[in-house]
């Protein structure tokens, strides 16, 4: 379950992504699986050869995409999730989620 974003923020992530733009969306979130994470970003584009550049620039696999239909997406988490957002600029992601 999602925290910590509002539906105005979710509905332009999805936009993004469905107009090809690579875009991220980070928010609260628990996963017994992964101890010690509380947040996740979400880096989004409808345009998988688009997504799987953008993800090979960070050393991510493209089997890493979760295929979704609408909106496929890199989960970033723990030290890569702040690696990531520090190096595309993403400020106020660190802030906001204490990354």
Known sequence: ????????????WKKDV????????THYWMDARFPG???VTKVGCNDIEKLTNWGETHNLQPQWIHRDPNYPHFDLFGDRQKRILAEEG???QIKKFNL
């Open 90 to 92: 993403k400020w106020n």
């Open 1 to 12: 379950m999602a925290f910590g974003i509002d539906r105005n923020e979710l509905k332009k």
């Open 18 to 25: 469905s107009n090809g733009k690579v875009s991220f969306l």
């Open 37 to 39: 994470c509380y947040s």
